[in-house]
């Protein structure tokens, strides 16, 4: 019997020999997984600088056009006429209807945008019809004035002018048309 407690004893003795490794745990990513993380440090120093920057704020479309600012339109303006454009200029009084008949360039009123070289051409070419024209009444009614056909055309014209355009009255005041 003592040989068997011997035995016990030995028994009990070795599972108190026999451990497990220690296992440390290191809160470090992999090489793979910092490439994988990437680096965010230069997205946030520019980040931090742009707030610290002031920089204009941008304005609404709304905010624009109460300054008085055209938005630039989504498509092309292709289906415009030169009437179309005529009207345009009126009503941005970059162009007046003068009391002589003839388109006057006014850009000093001009409101929202400026004339390109394309709007000044087509103020001169509808000035040169509508010489025209006159000319024309003048040789279908030779005994009438021309200073007076002139002003019975203007006359008529005047009431189709757009609404809001830059008319110059008799007193040579510039107005917007009422109506």
Known sequence: MKHRGLLLLAA??????????????????????????????????????????????PLT??????????????IENIGRTQADRVDDLLRRHCVGEGREGLLVVTRRQCQAGRMSSDDVALV?????????VWQWMHSVRP???????????????????VCGGWVEAGDGTWGEKKC
Do not use: Y
């Open 12 to 57: 009990l003795a070795a599972p108190g020999c026999i451990r497990a490794p220690e296992i440390v745990l290191v809160d470090r990513a992999t090489a793979l997984e910092e490439q994988a993380a990437g680096s965010f440090k230069d997205v946030e120093q520019r980040l931090a600088r742009a707030g610290m920057n002031p920089t204009p704020v």
């Open 124 to 132: 001169e070419r509808v000035n040169r019809g509508r010489m025209q």
């Open 143 to 161: 005994g009438v004035p021309e200073a007076t056909l002139r002003k019975t055309w203007q006359q008529a014209h005047a009431e189709g002018v």
């Open 61 to 74: 479309p709304n905010q624009l056009e109460d300054l008085g600012v055209q938005p630039t339109p989504l």
